[in-house]
């Protein structure tokens, strides 16, 4: 009662402070996170040792805003959430385009969202240096008087504590009159859907800095999210870009000069997706501390049952990205796959899928190129899981039903271990 009553608070703006957390569970008990009378959508997560952070949207009919809680032991407690964001219902959220989060040391908490205002698609960016009680105002980092959708956004720090920022931006689009996207899985007369264009753009800023922007790559698939990691002086980012043909699979951009500059994107897999429009499902990427990137993501696989699968794929520090390896059952309609990496190359991605007539959060451990045997958890509604690496522990939150049918955040902390292979 005492979280709930703390967050009622925070809500009314009694309080932009998180209260004392409540007795600490065992170590895999049930994470549960909400805004009393609000819906919870679209988590991201973000972990630097044992300080680990949530950010999400709350909405009711009305309003949208983005909320933040706190944990300072690797995701056994949490702090009751507090707001984001200084202006009211400052919010256009949504599972591809959900608040983003990241960790800086000092500790620094970066968030950024996306939003409208006036009419037009903008991403905003605020700050913590005290642990999430209190936040800067609000600042537009990207679309400030442009045209064109915005969003999709992916945010990670650079090693000199920078913040580099990717998303899609329809600045340079001719006005179109259909916005065409859920195209079908296979269509072999496919062509380019009818969506406006949409190019990926990068921008970097430290401190008060105003943001550099450049862009990354032109005419990309137009709604699915953006991914972003750094190592040193490289900076990758990851999309859907739109091959000959209307084929629909992943590319990733370098920068090798902290983001200034970027290299020709390359393809990461041939995976063939031929779609008459956007999937509204991208990648997911992290670095560890040794220079490799971890990256997940999702395409369509023929077979007697056509559907999307989960793959991953890996790269150490000045080698190629490994070949693909399938991480679903091939069984279920899975999505909406997150990775995180550990500090000894290890890697963790979770995803959601629909299977005998329920939703449910997956989990699978990779380390050395060997994928550990599923970890399922039920989640009646369940939706874009993500996770992180905190000392010691896997966090993993996603939205799910709660007992009055509105969307909650739910989650679970999993010891770091060394599971065997799947046989």
Same mark, same amino acid.
């Given at each position: 009662?005492?979280?709930?009553?703390?967050?009622?608070?925070?809500?009314?703006?009694?309080?932009?402070?998180?209260?004392?957390?409540?007795?600490?569970?065992?170590?895999?008990?049930?994470?549960?996170?909400?805004?009393?009378?609000?819906?919870?959508?679209?988590?991201?997560?973000?972990?630097?040792?044992?300080?680990?952070?949530?950010?999400?949207?709350?909405?009711?009919?009305?309003?949208?805003?983005?909320?933040?809680?706190?944990?300072?032991?690797?995701?056994?407690?949490?702090?009751?959430?507090?707001?984001?964001?200084?202006?009211?219902?400052?919010?256009?959220?949504?599972?591809?385009?959900?608040?983003?989060?990241?960790?800086?040391?000092?500790?620094?908490?970066?968030?950024?969202?996306?939003?409208?205002?006036?009419?037009?698609?903008?991403?905003?960016?605020?700050?913590?240096?005290?642990?999430?009680?209190?936040?800067?105002?609000?600042?537009?980092?990207?679309?400030?008087?442009?045209?064109?959708?915005?969003?999709?956004?992916?945010?990670?720090?650079?090693?000199?504590?920078?913040?580099?920022?990717?998303?899609?931006?329809?600045?340079?689009?001719?006005?179109?009159?259909?916005?065409?996207?859920?195209?079908?899985?296979?269509?072999?007369?496919?062509?380019?859907?009818?969506?406006?264009?949409?190019?990926?753009?990068?921008?970097?800023?430290?401190?008060?800095?105003?943001?550099?922007?450049?862009?990354?790559?032109?005419?990309?698939?137009?709604?699915?999210?953006?991914?972003?990691?750094?190592?040193?002086?490289?900076?990758?980012?990851?999309?859907?870009?739109?091959?000959?043909?209307?084929?629909?699979?992943?590319?990733?951009?370098?920068?090798?000069?902290?983001?200034?500059?970027?290299?020709?994107?390359?393809?990461?897999?041939?995976?063939?997706?031929?779609?008459?429009?956007?999937?509204?499902?991208? =990648?997911?990427? %992290? +670095? $560890?501390? *040794? #220079?490799?990137?971890?990256?997940? &993501?999702?395409?369509?696989?023929? !077979?007697?049952?056509?559907?999307?699968?989960?793959?991953?794929?890996?790269?150490?520090?000045?080698?190629?990205?490994?070949?693909?390896?399938?991480?679903?059952?091939?069984?279920?309609?899975?999505?909406? =796959?997150?990775? %995180? +990496? $550990?500090? *000894? #190359?290890?890697?963790?991605?979770? &995803?959601?899928?629909?299977?005998? !007539?329920?939703?449910?959060?997956?989990?699978?451990?990779?380390?050395?190129?060997?994928?550990?045997?599923?970890?399922?958890?039920?989640?009646?509604?369940?939706?874009?899981?993500?996770?992180?690496?905190?000392?010691?522990?896997?966090?993993?939150?996603?939205?799910?039903?709660?007992?009055?049918?509105?969307?909650?955040?739910? !989650?679970?902390?999993?010891?770091?271990?060394?599971?065997?292979?799947?046989?």
């Amino acid at each position: 009662m005492a979280l709930a009553c703390a967050a009622l608070a925070a809500v009314s703006g009694c309080s932009r402070g998180p209260a004392q957390p409540p007795a600490a569970p065992a170590a895999d008990a049930p994470i549960a996170l909400e805004v009393p009378g609000r819906t919870s959508l679209g988590p991201s997560i973000a972990a630097l040792g044992t300080l680990t952070a949530v950010v999400w949207t709350a909405s009711t009919d009305a309003v949208s805003d983005i909320y933040i809680a706190i944990s300072r032991d690797s995701g056994a407690t949490f702090s009751a959430p507090a707001r984001v964001n200084d202006l009211d219902g400052d919010a256009r959220a949504s599972g591809e385009q959900p608040a983003r989060i990241a960790i800086g040391h000092g500790p620094v908490i970066h968030v950024v969202w996306p939003t409208r205002q006036d009419g037009i698609s903008q991403i905003r960016y605020a700050s913590s240096s005290d642990l999430g009680r209190t936040f800067s105002k609000a600042v537009t980092v990207a679309g400030e008087k442009l045209s064109g959708a915005r969003g999709w956004e992916s945010l990670a720090l650079g090693w000199d504590g920078g913040v580099h920022l990717a998303w899609l931006d329809g600045r340079n689009a001719a006005p179109r009159p259909n916005h065409a996207h859920h195209g079908s899985h296979a269509n072999p007369g496919a062509k380019t859907d009818s969506a406006p264009r949409q190019d990926v753009f990068h921008a970097a800023w430290k401190g008060a800095a105003a943001p550099a922007e450049r862009q990354v790559a032109a005419n990309v698939c137009f709604c699915c999210k953006t991914a972003i990691a750094t190592s040193g002086e490289k900076v990758y980012v990851a999309y859907r870009h739109i091959f000959p043909d209307s084929i629909r699979d992943i590319a990733v951009a370098r920068s090798i000069d902290n983001g200034v500059t970027f290299e020709a994107p390359t393809r990461l897999s041939d995976d063939g997706w031929k779609i008459a429009g956007c999937p509204d499902d991208g =990648p997911a990427m %992290a +670095a $560890d501390s *040794h #220079g490799g990137l971890h990256i997940a &993501w999702p395409t369509f696989v023929e !077979g007697e049952t056509p559907r999307k699968g989960i793959f991953f794929a890996s790269m150490a520090e000045g080698q190629a990205f490994t070949p693909r390896l399938r991480l679903d059952s091939g069984q279920v309609d899975a999505a909406h =796959p997150q990775i %995180a +990496a $550990d500090d *000894h #190359g290890a890697s963790a991605v979770v &995803w959601d899928e629909h299977a005998a !007539g329920a939703r449910r959060i997956v989990l699978r451990r990779i380390d050395k190129g060997a994928a550990a045997a599923p970890e399922v958890f039920a989640a009646d509604g369940g939706l874009y899981p993500v996770v992180a690496a905190a000392e010691g522990h896997w966090v993993v939150v996603w939205s799910q039903l709660g007992p009055d049918k509105r969307q909650v955040l739910a !989650g679970r902390r999993l010891a770091f271990k060394n599971p065997s292979p799947e046989p």
